[in-house]
T-cell receptor
Framework: AQSVTQPDIHITVSEGASLELRCNYSYGATPYLFWYVQSPGQGLQLLLKYFSGDTLVQGIKGFEAEFKRSQSSFNLRKPSVHWSDAAEYFCAVGPRGNTPLVFGKGTRLSVIA | DAGVIQSPRHEVTEMGQEVTLRCKPISGHNSLFWYRQTMMRGLELLIYFNNNVPIDDSGMPEDRFSAKMPNASFSTLKIQPSEPRDSAVYFC???????????FGQGTRLTVV
């Protein structure tokens, strides 16, 4: 069965510091992988996605993620965090086609001055 | 494009009342997903439709929940009768054939008192 694990429930970083959010997945075939961000009271917005090809993908707002098949991971990174990055981040996995994504429980990011 | 539109944004109702949540997917999208988000369980898939046909409703918690998609531009999620444990944020999302990225609405925050 498909599953996504985000080991960190809550992370606090200082503004300007680097960030890495962890995501591990379990999937029987080649996965399609996603990171979404949810600001308070808002819906989920896609940050980036991986379908195939280059394992380092760039997204919006300066985020990037690296797909590591050997580790079943798709960690999200940002070199310098801004206060506006404070939000909830969700990793998701899905198959090809019009089928639902499976989401992790999310990691809440707090940014301090 | 206006994106996925959900209404109402907030709903407060008394236990035992019927609640109807509405969703208008992005024009041209042929898949529609209903998710529920709670602190305890995260994002859970309730049901999804392809080409207006329900494909998997195994996530619908009880017979009190029902969903319909009478046409390509409208879907409803109904809870009858509602209970306090149904309090959550309900999201609708849509996607297109071959494009596994799902676009989310702003959600409906339901509070049952």
């Amino acid at each position: 069965a498909q599953s996504v694990t985000q080991p960190d429930i809550h992370i606090t970083v200082s503004e300007g510091a680097s960030l890495e959010l962890r995501c591990n997945y379990s999937y029987g075939a080649t996965p399609y992988l996603f990171w979404y961000v949810q600001s308070p009271g808002q819906g989920l917005q896609l940050l980036l996605k991986y379908f195939s090809g280059d394992t380092l993908v760039q997204g919006i707002k300066g985020f990037e993620a690296e797909f590591k098949r050997s580790q079943s991971s798709f960690n999200l990174r940002k070199p310098s965090v801004h206060w506006s990055d404070a939000a909830e981040y969700f990793c998701a996995v899905g198959p090809r086609g019009n089928t639902p994504l499976v989401f992790g429980k999310g990691t809440r990011l707090s940014v301090i001055a | 494009d206006a994106g996925v539109i959900q209404s109402p944004r907030h709903e407060v109702t008394e236990m035992g009342q019927e609640v109807t949540l509405r969703c208008k997917p992005i024009s041209g999208h042929n898949s529609l997903f209903w998710y529920r988000q709670t602190m305890m369980r995260g994002l859970e898939l309730l049901i999804y439709f392809n080409n207006n046909v329900p494909i998997d409703d195994s996530g619908m918690p009880e017979d009190r929940f029902s969903a319909k998609m009478p046409n390509a531009s409208f879907s409803t999620l109904k809870i009858q009768p509602s209970e306090p444990r149904d309090s959550a944020v309900y999201f609708c999302a849509s996607s297109t054939q071959g494009d596994t990225e799902a676009f989310f609405g702003q959600g409906t925050r339901l509070t049952v008192v």
